[in-house]
């Protein structure tokens, strides 16, 4: 009997150790999963005296890590944000690195019988999630005319953002959206030689002169922003990427003067633009081309991103 007892006792401890070896493995692999972070820091510096809204994000998913910066004057003040941003957006990437221009690497117009563009109108800003898989904010503009939103989401593990923009008229007329990103691929130093790369097309920059070309829409969706002389071996971070959503878009161009290059996409209010953005490392301009070319899945990533958040546009962003 006594035996009995100590064989039952045995198992008994048996059972607790498994149970806590389990207990310890779940907790160890929990631990272990990749998550995402977002830190929001907001300060009120001055410009001659004028205090404006500055805001830093840090976005960290483990696979990347960004920081991103707004400012703005406040209210009505935001008519003279060219003063602070050299006449771009001011939403702009410090890091990785700051050739998604630091100044406002990204602008919103809502145009139609009534007007908005986010470049001259306060960004208010609105965390969505600031740990988990999913870490993201918004930027929200507001006139008396409309609204549009800026949203900016990273997934953990992921080292692109996705990036979605939104925008309409207060008084429901149609209206078209256009955004614009503006990138200074490798860097601001001469000597440049600048390219736009995307699906069937190479347009290279001419110095002193604005070469515009259509996207071809048709093709695959990536465009590629490259410089072949900075970085002809592919050494340096500095090669910056987009990949959008073909079904929001009804048109887009690409244009450089061998200097900036600007990439301008044009739909209608009612439907949402969708966008992966790429920061590349050290990496031939090649190779970033076959990888943007690459990206299959990209309405799956987005739709992963952007499920289940709330809508851009609700009755605090313009109705």
């Known amino acids: 009997m006594r035996g009995l007892i100590m064989a039952g006792l045995i ?13 310890l493995a779940r907790l160890k692999a929990a631990a272990s999963e990749t998550k995402a972070t977002l830190a929001i820091k907001q300060t009120t510096p001055k410009l001659k005296e004028r205090e404006y809204q500055n805001t830093e994000f840090i976005l960290d998913t483990g696979a990347a890590k960004y920081r991103l910066n707004y400012k703005s004057f406040a209210g009505a003040g935001a008519k ?24 406002g690497f990204l602008t919103v117009e809502v145009a ?21 898989a999913r870490v993201g904010y918004d930027l929200v503009f507001e006139n008396d005319k409309g609204a549009a939103v800026v949203r900016t989401v990273a997934l953990a593990g992921r080292d692109e953002l996705f990036i979605s923009v939104s925008g309409r008229l207060k008084d429901g007329s149609k209206a078209a959206l256009r955004t614009r990103f503006l990138g200074y ?34 093709d695959a969706s990536w465009v590629l922003l490259a410089d072949h002389k900075l970085d002809p071996d592919g050494k340096k971070a500095g090669l910056l990427g987009l990949v959008y959503d073909r079904k929001a878009i009804t048109g887009a161009t690409a244009s450089t003067n061998n200097y900036s290059i600007k ?33 299959k899945d990209a309405a799956e990533l987005l739709d992963k991103a952007f499920e289940g958040l709330p809508p851009a546009l609700d009755a605090k962003a313009g109705g």
């Open 80 to 103: 003279d944000n060219g003063a602070l941003t050299d006449g771009c957006g001011g939403y702009g990437m410090l890091a990785p690195h700051t050739f998604w221009y630091w100044n």
């Open 112 to 132: 139609g019988q009534g007007y908005l563009y986010t470049g001259q109108t306060q960004g208010v800003v609105r965390p969505l999630a600031t740990e988990g």
């Open 11 to 23: 198992l008994v401890a048996a059972g607790l150790a498994m149970g806590e070896d389990a207990e």
């Open 263 to 295: 990439v301008n996409f044009n739909g209608p209010d009612a439907a949402e633009q969708r966008f992966l953005v790429y920061t590349f490392g050290p990496m031939k301009w090649e190779a970033a081309r076959d990888k943007l070319a690459g990206v």
């Open 185 to 218: 691929p490798h860097g601001y130093s001469l000597p440049f030689d600048r390219w736009v790369h995307a699906a069937g097309q190479d347009v290279q920059g001419i110095a002193g002169k604005e070469t515009t070309a259509p996207l071809k829409l048709d």
